[in-house]
């Protein structure tokens, strides 16, 4: 989606309305500089040093929604918050992509990217629901799809609108305007629909998921090339390890309309995939804590909004086990 389409857009910003006009302003944030709120909260935008899990909070309480951090080194000790309200969250040491509504009635939605000191660099409209957003790991690129019918990738019923963007304003387009090779031919159908993109560090190659009639493909994209290419069937929302070597994602054990996803890793040498003993379904993006460890999220049970983070080895050694409680979207800034 380009800059000249983007309209007038009202948004809600730690309670205070703001209304933007452009998709490429600068906006300080000199309220968010680590000072504690009356209920004791530290808030502040730049991140803490050293390596940090960037997430959305879903604790009850006055925090919820809001995008968070705490130290990868102890992610049980109290976290950092930012201010911003994001539905799903990407963050490297210099961006933070943030997906968010816009209003109450009616509900809208945008893509919103920042900088490392809070300052709001672009943002865009959303045609629905944020699903995914990624950053390339040189924070030059970023991604995000959104559905445009249904909320769930469950069953058929839903369609989305994948992009890629330069951070600066060069878009690239949707990935429904690439060309797509199935067995080595371009396929085209009604249905064909792309989602979840992972960047690969030349920012050329990119994964996400193609789906049609049906079946669910990882694809390795190619920007430049303007191409998508099938690798293997029964795959989505790819995430590439930091060594670029494996790509982790959903796989359904189910059916279409009965999905049961689990984990799998592919490894992109040996074209063989593992599909990892999770003992819990997952409908999420996998995030890398480092080239053993995924990260994922899951809705927590028996309530409404409230999440956990958990960890699983890339080699199938172990089952998951709670990386984080009251958490969602993590992102590892490394």
Known sequence: MSAARCALVAVILTGT?????????????????????????????????????????????????????????????????????CER?????????????????PVGYRETLYDAAGREIRYWPLPGPPSRTR???????????????????????????????????????ALATFT???????YSATDLNFWGVTFAADDNLFYATAASGGRTWLVRGNLRGRTLVALHEGAECPSLSPDGARVAYKKNLGTVDDPRWTLAVFDLATRTERVLPLTGVVDDQAEWLDDATLLFGR??????????????PADGSAPESVFLRHAWSPSVVR
């Open 17 to 85: 309305l703001v209304a933007a006009t452009g998709c490429a302003v600068e906006r300080p944030r000199a309220d968010l500089h680590a000072t504690p709120s009356p209920t004791g909260i530290t808030r502040s935008w730049t991140l803490p040093d050293g390596p940090r899990l960037v997430f959305r909070d879903t604790r009850q309480g006055p925090t919820f929604g809001e995008v968070a951090s705490v130290a990868l080194a102890a992610p049980g000790g109290a976290p950092t918050m930012t201010g911003f309200a």
């Open 89 to 105: 969250v990407y963050a490297t040491r210099t961006t933070l992509s943030c997906m968010s509504r816009t209003g109450i009635a």
């Open 135 to 173: 950053l390339s790991p040189d924070s030059t690129l970023a991604a995000w799809t959104a559905f445009v019918d249904g909320e769930s990738y469950a069953g058929v019923a839903f369609s989305t609108v994948t992009d890629i963007s330069d951070v600066h304003g060069v878009d690239y387009g």
């Open 180 to 186: 797509f090779l199935l067995d080595g031919a371009a």
């Open 299 to 312: 809705p927590a049970a028996g309530t409404t909004g409230d999440a956990d983070i958990f960890s699983v």
